[in-house]
């Protein structure tokens, strides 16, 4: 795919999260904030299992999902026996092959790596924020500086908060800068239970069939591949993931499709659109000039 | 989780959206105003100007130059610093209206501003036209560029309103520029103002209508909250506005003055509206999971024997 990096082009890499084997530790999110530099945003406890982290965002590059359910880890539940697991996930940005983030950027600033990867140039950014309801997992979203423990509260500040904006759109980079290096990303790094597992997509793809297989086997409920199909709506994930129920439960769109697909459509429409507008205006001259 | 009305349990991750809500500024929903009252004056100017209606002519030139000149005014604004605005034009990206709509606009800009000082000083006749024409051509595709924009996006209210936003842009587009004629030009002269105001208005209420009804259940934040408040307040300011124009107006320059302000008003609400919808859409998880869902049901892309086992 990163064609146009002729000799330079790199075998693409990615992620395979297998949430199977997530213990909700979090290292993940630390290691990539401590690596990668990414402001503290605030603690809310919200009352929703151990996540308080809530939700990806520009200074939330990896988000482990916590998910209660009364029912058994594997097999049929059993009667006279209270089941529970608890999921979780660490979801992260997923290097989309059609990344719609990529496609709308006016500027230039997001661009496929020579990895096959998708990453935010800092320096030509111009916070737009196109790229922010682009993107069908929600994913980015345009950076606020971190406020102080003596500011007030966000509501009282009201519209200040706008010019403390640092304004522009982050997200994960995949550590661009490790792989140059040779080194893998912080996150797979610091798994302790290699649920973020790093390498070349088709080994790793190969690596999650096997994996599947073996759970299947072993009768684990929802087991299930997510993002894994090059032939979906956003041509397979570049970061894809084994969950155990469906991708909803998780926050994760179950069919997302790259907004871009219909631009051709789109353009369509909207040259038909700015033809009619020619026409609808001659047609106010037809009952006279005056 | 909540129950929605396809029947099914709805589930999601602590009924969090699954997109993120857009980050844009009010000066957003402004600026799809002033966009399309640019670009509809414009082509209105240049018609009028063929017809020979000079007067017509002269005011929409200068309405749509004075639009075009805020309209990037209120993007910098939006970005908060002027030299990021310049980003804009480091590339041309025909997968990005947003990039293509930068080029219209800066091209729209140039031109009608160009126009506008040399019709203001009576120079330079050839040029001036050249400039209108170019102001006109680049008009027609700055009234509807932003119903892309906001189409090409992941928001369901506006990516499955693809077919039909370019229309009620475009309409909206050509209803605001003639109800700002009727305004500022005299009775007498402003007979295609007022005609384009109440079409415009009237195009545009079907377009709406037509949409909210095939999106189905997609369509419904336009009719709550915030985006379906801006959507009564338009429906009301939209009809007042042109029944004055279609009416009193015609004799009555005071009775036009006011249709035509009541028209833009309720301009100004509809591209409120809208804004508000995708905001509204993305924000409940129901509106991204549900049609996926369904997609899926209905012509599944899991391949038999493929790696995604259904449960």
């Keep these: 795919m990163p064609a146009s990096y002729g000799a330079e082009t790199q075998e693409r890499v990615g992620f395979f999260t297998d949430t199977s084997v997530c213990i909700g530790c979090k290292a993940c999110e630390v290691a990539c904030k401590e690596w990668n530099l990414v402001p503290e945003d605030g603690m809310v406890w919200t009352g929703e299992s151990y996540d308080n982290t809530s939700e990806l965002g520009a200074n939330t590059w990896r988000h482990v999902a916590f998910i209660e359910q009364n029912e058994p880890l594997h097999g049929p539940p059993e009667d006279g026996v209270d089941a529970l697991r608890w999921l979780m996930s660490s979801d992260v940005c997923k290097h989309c092959t059609h990344a719609a983030c990529l496609d709308v950027c006016p500027t230039g600033a997001l661009f496929r790596t020579e990895y096959g990867t998708v990453v935010v140039q800092e320096d030509i950014c111009n916070g737009c924020g196109y790229c922010v309801p682009a993107c069908p997992f929600g994913v980015l979203d345009k950076r606020h500086i971190p406020r102080s423990s003596n500011d007030p509260p966000a509501e009282i500040l009201g519209l200040q908060l706008g010019k403390k904006e640092d304004g522009r759109v982050w997200k994960c980079t995949l550590c661009y800068d490790r792989l140059k290096g040779g080194h893998e990303p912080a996150c797979a790094k610091a798994c302790p239970t290699d649920s973020i597992q790093f390498g070349p997509l088709d080994e790793l793809r190969e690596r999650a069939d096997k994996r599947l297989e073996k759970l299947q086997g072993e009768n684990w409920n929802g087991a299930r591949l997510y993002g894994r199909d090059p032939d979906d709506g956003v041509g397979g994930f570049g970061a894809f993931f084994l969950l155990l129920d469906e991708p909803e439960v998780y926050g994760l769109p179950p069919d997302p499709v790259v907004t871009t697909s219909h631009l051709p459509e789109m353009w369509a429409t909207a040259a038909v659109a700015a033809g009619a507008v020619v026409v609808g205006v001659l047609a106010g001259f037809l009952g006279g000039s005056r | ?311």
């Excluded at chain 2, 040399?118 to 008009?139: D, F, I, N, Q, T």
């Excluded at chain 2, 259940?217 to 429906?235: D, F, H, N, R, W």
């Design chain 2, 1 to 311: 989780m909540s129950v929605t009305e396809v029947g099914g349990e709805m589930r999601s991750y602590y009924g969090r959206p699954v997109l993120k809500e857009p980050v844009w500024q009010p000066e957003i929903p402004w600026y799809f105003f002033t966009g399309g009252l640019a670009g509809g004056s414009s082509v209105l100017s240049l018609v009028a100007r063929m017809a020979g209606n000079e007067t017509l002519a002269r005011r929409s030139l200068y309405v749509g130059a004075v639009a075009d000149i805020v309209s990037p005014a209120l993007l910098v604004s939006d970005l908060g610093r002027p030299e990021r605005f310049l980003n804009m034009f480091r590339v041309f990206k025909v997968t990005s209206p947003m990039s293509v709509g930068s080029w219209i606009l800066g091209v729209s800009g140039g031109a009608s501003a160009t126009a506008a000082l040399l019709e203001a000083a009576g120079r330079l006749k050839p040029v001036k036209l050249a400039a209108e024409v170019a102001s006109a051509l680049s008009g027609a595709p700055l009234a509807v560029y932003t119903a892309t924009l906001v189409s090409d996006t992941a928001i369901p209210a506006w990516h499955e309103a693809r077919k039909e936003l370019p229309f009620l842009f475009g309409s909206s587009a050509v209803a605001s520029a003639g109800a700002a004629a009727a305004i500022v030009v005299p009775t007498a002269e402003a007979g295609p103002a007022r005609r384009l105001a109440v079409g415009g208005v009237l195009v545009e209420n079907a377009v709406f209508k037509l949409m909210e009804k095939r999106l189905g259940m997609l369509g419904e934040p336009y009719s709550k909250g915030e985006s379906g408040k801006y959507k009564q307040v338009a429906l009301a300011c939209t009809t007042g506005g042109a029944a004055l124009l279609a009416g009193p107006g015609r004799k009555s320059r005071l009775a036009a003055a006011a249709g035509g302000a009541l028209v833009l008003a309720g301009e100004v609400a509809v591209r409120w509206s809208v804004f508000k919808a995708g905001f509204q859409s993305a924000r409940d998880p129901k509106y991204t999971v549900l049609p996926q869902r369904q997609r899926q049901s209905g012509a599944s892309r899991t391949q038999p024997g493929s790696s995604e086992p259904s449960v």
